[in-house]
């Protein structure tokens, strides 16, 4: 692997790592782990060229955050090889992605896994909360509610993963839906320890009505997913599913930094980028920029 090192040193970027750079394992708080894999999806197949295509892009982003004011690389930011996926069984990869997070998180560094579909996340959902005896909680930004029991013959598809990691969670919540099924809904009614708030609802009252919901939530540790289509089509095209009617960048970004801010969140994910012609460097910088945010904000909190 090629030697890059940034800053203060010879520039020469690593399209494999994040930044561009690897820092040492042993001094970096953050632990990136890149997931190729799409076997969990419905709609637009390609979130596997996911990982790929967002780290390559994010060696042009500058470390150094203006709004922020600090460089929250300084933090140490380090890139693991790709997990290898388990094609065509996304519960197996799901597990497989299960027992490298619980080994990160075991070495006191903070899982940051680039998906793939959204069908990763209860691996780690599951192997976290074994980790801290069930004591766990979930947020996840997303256009869909992920609440099916089974879909397409599966129950490891990405329209079941927030059901699957749910029951691995003590309470869940999902922001910026705009798109269920009746059988999703129905469950939703049924289930005391899963709240749904819609995109309408953070367009009408703003991020105050992020910050209520993580207020009542259980102090425990959480675990947050980021399903890259709670954006709008117009701001991230490139995504399996697309739905109109998403969150902006500065309304992402706020919900974000409302629930960084408000609860402890020991591990994140980012999924369902999913490269598409026609959309040069922005997509994939833009999906680069979200996770270094992300990034920023758990330094922050
Ligand atoms: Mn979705």
């Known amino acids: 692997m090629a030697r890059a090192i940034r800053p203060g040193g010879p520039w020469e970027p690593n399209p494999s790592l994040f930044l561009g750079y690897n820092q040492s394992y042993e001094k970096s708080k953050y632990v990136v782990l890149p997931v190729p894999s799409d076997s969990g999806s419905t709609c637009l197949p390609g979130a596997r060229f996911g990982p790929q295509e967002l780290i390559s892009a994010s060696r042009f982003l500058e470390p150094y955050d203006p709004e922020l004011d600090f460089s929250p690389a300084d933090a140490g930011i380090h890139t693991l090889q790709p997990l290898e996926p388990v094609q065509g069984d996304p519960r197996s ?39 801290l005896g069930g004591d766990l909680n979930l947020v996840v930004l997303d256009a869909h509610l992920d609440l099916y029991d089974e879909y397409g013959g599966s129950r490891f598809s990405h329209a079941c993963a927030i059901r699957r990691a749910a029951e691995a969670s003590r309470k869940t919540v999902i922001i910026g839906v705009r798109s269920a099924g009746i059988e999703e809904i129905t469950f939703l009614r ?55 009617g998403g969150l902006d960048w500065w309304e992402t ?25 026609g959309s040069g460097l922005s997509s994939a910088y833009t999906a680069a920029k979200l996770l270094y945010k992300m990034i920023a904000l758990s330094e922050l909190s």
């Not at 408000?262 to 369902?272: G, K, N, P, Q, S």
Request: aromatic letters at 6%; one cysteine or more.
């Open 253 to 277: 970004t706020g919900v974000l930094e409302a629930v960084f801010r408000l609860v402890d969140v020991i591990a994140f994910d980012l999924t369902e980028f999913t490269p598409c012609p």
């Open 190 to 244: 049924n289930s005391s320890g899963i709240q749904a708030i819609w995109s309408r609802e953070i367009r009408d009252g703003g991020v105050d009505v992020i910050s209520e919901a993580m207020r009542r939530l259980p102090p425990h540790p959480t675990y947050l997913s980021l399903d890259l289509d709670v954006m709008d089509p117009g701001a991230m095209p490139c995504v399996g599913c697309p739905e109109p």
């Open 93 to 131: 990869t799901a597990e497989r992605v299960g027992r490298q997070v619980a080994a990160i998180y075991s070495s006191n560094r903070i899982p940051v896994i680039v998906g793939g579909d959204h069908s990763i996340t209860p691996g780690a959902v599951s192997a976290l909360s074994s980790e």
